[in-house]
């Protein structure tokens, strides 16, 4: 009789007999790590009021919110330059977020695709700094080659203690990140520094043959079309393949899938393994599409971001390419409104209070008030 | 007789939601005793040992204390009435001291002193020398042993200056030497005048140490007796009462049994924290037939049906399964050599709540060539499959994609059923599989248990429900300290020889083996 639920409000006790007079209620909590059970307007809501909440901020520092909202829509969206540097922020947005929702189908808790972009970004460029005389054909396919290489064992990282020793993954993933912003930092104002960069902590510039093919004269480069691949694959084999299937059923529930004689820990290994290759691709994309070297501060938290954007994709791949140009449109935005005297980091604001309500949100979702007969 | 008793609990009525888990149970405990409340798994003695600490609110019913009517609305109210319990899963913070674990929550424990830990720390030894539970007082309880942690647990509660003291299913964690130790504690408390309430469902331990034994069974106190007024074969008999099971239809249409599906040779079985969970087990099951282990719980129950399933490796012996070597501890080996498994508990290990009917019916065959090629599943035809399966079975569900969390427990598992009969399976390993489940459904499993086995399959029952077992197995095995102790056929059946076997005590008379 132990596991019987132990109710969480006092309930009136029901005198012998007598019908109850008061409706007896009780509170139950859900277990559902990822919020997957929540309708998807939680979400629509969760945004609108972080919108209200940072609005009162903004009417604080005397401006009027719905000014500076429409500011940084038309600054994201409105112009084409807008847009294309949205689409530029989105891709290693979307690369990070899908890399970490693959992890969070199987309830691991990877929050190192910071670590993970910064590493496959400093592989990327190792090509450039030790064979700089590849033709294009060749130095394009081998810094995509060893970004995700890089990206993956640094996954791995992360994922051999995990299943091999019951390391907890967040921490091991998080620290990781340090790790990785420390080496970059070694070889930026170290070995790779640029001899001719005025002591600017970054490699030389990479050249043509480095450099992701670009789109017309915007900034938007081939990057995308990684992202776009990624995405499409990811969403064919979650939905159609054993292999998607599996990792649903952990996802489900880990215990029935030991059942159903699945390996837990080898698809940990190889979850992690893609989670990080996807972040690496992503730091190689930059440093080749973007700012074309390898510098200090290459990443203005696109790992961390990505965590946002999974979450509020609810790991669905539609939802990831959805949520990540918002979150991108968001960065943009955020560099319009500077001109009329707001700091650019209303952006992050605005993002902090997205996952803030979207995780009240899910917790308040998952408490259930049942009569208890 | 005239004084007053220290626990005198009167008509208590407890359910849960429709479950009724103590009905009208009257108990009493006096100054100095130790009292042992007896029943098998599920019997309600928990439920009555968690209203009288606070934990749970009787329903109806009144509690006395030392004479004096209390209402115990909470743990900290039980404290105050002098009740202290020892639950089965101790309440101890992993990382802090055996000490800090003791004083934790008291109010002067706020501001401290210099030297306030040593001085408590003195005091909660001189306590646990008094009454011979030693344990290292400063070492973080991640530390202790599982049998100190239990020490730690009855010092705390004689800390808070309990008089009353209930241990529930004390002796089920500890090893033989740990046993006689506390019992040679509970001796001292009861010597200081204290309350004993101990829940057991071990009859050797309760004969060796309790004064007055209260047997419980299905929610109801059936009798409290002196321990000089009984014996153990009084007990057993009480405990898994006497009801005659019914008689079986259609026990003769049947192939008779043919032959040896399963054959288990001196097993050795080690537990997750590398207790011996079955030790040399030896067991045999013919092709055609429904083998049942009884037992009470905690006696290898679940390790055998883990070591069947592939889901535990066992250290020694060998277990062959239609005619070949059963891999050890591979789950996909057991599924492709032809076992189902119907796991204790549906919906933490045997579905995937969150899933539709497809992914659930999936599980196991989602690898064969019919269902998926190339890597990728066969989707359409794998609906289609679905939804016969579904049909078959009688499974009542909106549609394929419907969470099966919120299916009925009825429907859920025939849901599973059908996936494990669709798998043809050679041997079916069914543990619990009726639990929770209403009258019709219960029903329904036994038919298609029954059918499975008319077909030439073997079935391993294992179940705490001696009903059942009585009711469904050809044959009946008791499982005790992880060894087979007793066999008998159905039809040879006798509840008090199988009470007798349940509760550790070999039978004189016709010992099988």
Redesign the interface.
């Known amino acids: ?2 596991d ?3 109710p969480t409000t ?2 009136p ?4 007999g007598k019908p109850a007079a008061k409706l007896r209620l009780r509170l139950e909590i859900e277990r ?1 790590p990822s919020g ?2 929540n309708p998807w307007w939680m979400t629509i809501v969760s945004i609108i009021l972080a919108l209200v909440f940072c609005g009162i901020f903004i009417a604080l520092n005397g401006m009027n919110p719905i000014t500076v909202y429409a500011k940084m829509l038309r600054g994201a969206f409105g112009t084409s330059f807008g847009f294309t540097e949205t689409l530029v922020k989105a891709i290693p947005l979307l690369l990070c977020g899908l890399g970490v929702s693959i992890a969070y189908r199987i309830s691991v808790w990877n929050i190192g695709a910071e670590g993970q972009f910064v590493i496959g970004a400093m592989a990327a460029t190792a090509v450039t700094v030790y064979w700089p005389n590849l033709p294009a054909y060749a130095a394009i396919p081998t810094m995509i080659v060893l970004s995700i290489v890089a990206g993956g064992i640094w996954g791995l990282l992360t994922a051999i203690p995990k299943t091999h020793f019951q390391v907890n993954e967040l921490i091991t993933s998080l620290m990781l990140n340090y790790v990785a912003l420390l080496a970059l930092d070694y070889v930026v104002f170290g070995p790779w520094k640029d001899p001719q960069g005025f002591n600017f902590p970054g490699t030389p510039m990479f050249t043509e043959t480095q450099s992701l093919p670009v789109l017309g004269d915007t900034r938007l480069h081939f990057g995308l079309v990684f992202a776009v691949i990624a995405i499409i694959v990811y969403a064919v084999m979650i939905r ?4 998607g ?1 599996e990792l ?2 952990i996802g ?2 880990a ?7 699945i390996g837990i820990k080898k698809h940990i290994l190889v979850v992690m393994l893609i989670s990080g290759g996807l972040a690496g691709l992503a730091g190689m994309s930059e440093v080749s599409g973007v700012t074309h070297r390898l510098m200090y501060g290459i990443s203005p938290g696109y790992g961390y971001t990505a965590i946002i954007v999974a979450w509020l994709a609810r790991l669905n791949p539609i939802g990831l390419v959805i949520s990540s140009v918002l979150f991108a449109g968001l960065i943009v935005g955020g560099y319009s409104v500077q001109t009329i005297g707001l700091p650019s980091s209303i952006s992050e604001m605005i993002q902090g209070s997205i996952l803030f309500f979207l995780i009240a949100g899910a917790t308040i979702g998952k408490i259930r008030i049942k009569r ?2 | 007789m005239s004084e007053i008793p220290s626990v005198d609990m009167r008509s208590i ?1 407890k359910t ?3 479950v009724v ?1 103590n009905d009208q149970v009257d108990f009493t405990a006096r100054t100095g005793e130790i009292h042992a409340l007896l029943g098998e798994n ?1 019997a ?1 003695k ?2 009555m040992m ?1 209203m009288l600490s606070g ?6 019913g009144d509690i006395f204390i030392h004479g004096n009517k209390v209402k115990i ?1 909470s743990p900290k109210d039980a404290m105050k009435q002098g009740i202290g319990m020892v ?3 101790f309440r101890l913070v992993q990382t802090l001291t055996a000490a800090e674990n003791i004083v934790l929550g008291e109010r002067s424990s706020f501001w401290r002193g210099p030297g306030w830990m040593k001085n408590k720390q003195e005091e909660i030894e001189a306590i646990a020398d008094r009454f011979g539970l030693p344990f290292p007082v400063d070492r973080p309880i991640w530390q202790l042993s599982v049998g100190e942690q239990q020490r730690v647990e009855i010092v705390k509660t004689l800390y808070r200056g309990a008089d009353i003291i209930i241990l ?1 299913e004390p002796t089920s964690v500890l090893t033989p030497g740990e046993v006689e130790q506390l019992f040679y504690t509970l001796l001292h408390m009861k010597a200081e005048g204290k309350s004993v309430i101990m829940t057991t469902h071990k009859l050797k331990e309760v004969m060796a140490v309790s004064d007055r034994i209260s047997v419980m069974r299905k929610g109801r106190m059936l009798h409290t007796l002196d321990k000089q007024e009984t014996d153990e074969r009084e007990l057993a008999r009480l405990m898994v009462g006497k009801e005659v099971a019914a008689i079986r239809p259609e026990a003769s249409g049947r192939k008779p049994a043919s032959g040896i599906m399963l054959d288990v040779k001196g097993l050795d079985v080690f537990a997750d924290h590398g207790r011996k969970a079955l030790d040399q087990l030896e067991l045999r099951v013919q092709a055609g037939e429904i083998v049942g282990v009884a037992g009470v719980a905690g006696n290898g129950q679940r390790e055998l049906a883990e070591v069947l ?3 535990r490796s066992w250290k020694n012996g060998a277990i062959t399964f239609a005619g070949g070597e059963l891999k050890n501890g ?3 080996g ?2 492709e050599a032809g076992i189902a ?1 119907v ?1 204790e508990n549906r919906m ?8 539709g009917a497809v ?1 659930n019916l ?3 065959s ?2 064969s060539d019919e269902r ?1 090629t190339f ?3 066969r ?1 359409k035809s794998n609906k289609v499959w679905s939804q016969s399966l579904v049909e078959q079975f009688d499974v009542k569900t909106p549609d394929l994609d419907t969470p099966v969390r919120s299916l009925s427990g009825g429907n859920q598992q025939k849901l599973l059923f059908a996936r494990e009969i669709n798998q043809e399976p050679k041997l079916m390993v069914a543990v619990h599989p009726t639990q929770g489940l209403d009258v019709g459904a219960t029903e329904g499993v036994h038919k298609l248990l029954h059918e499975l086995r008319d077909k030439g399959s073997s079935v391993l029952l294992i179940s705490e429900d001696l009903d059942e077992i009585l009711q469904l197995a050809d044959r009946i095995l008791v499982i005790y300290g992880g060894r087979i102790v007793g066999e008998v056929s159905q039809t040879q059946a006798d509840r008090e020889q199988i009470g007798m076997w349940m509760a550790g005590m070999q039978g004189e008379e016709e010992a099988a083996g």
Request: charged residues 15%.
């Open positions: 009789m132990s019987q639920p132990i006092a309930v006790t029901n005198p012998e559902n997957q059970g159609y393949t054993r292999w299937y649903r059923l489900a529930n215990e029935a899938a030991r059942n159903a004689g208890s007969a | 009525v849960f939601g429709p888990a599920g309600g928990s439920t968690c934990v749970y609110r009787p329903t109806s609305k639950f089965q899963n529930d399933t592939g889901l591979s789950v996909r057991a599924i498994h796991p933490k290990s045997g579905l995937a709540g969150s899933l992914d999936l599980f196991k989602y690898r998926s890597g990728f599943l989707s």
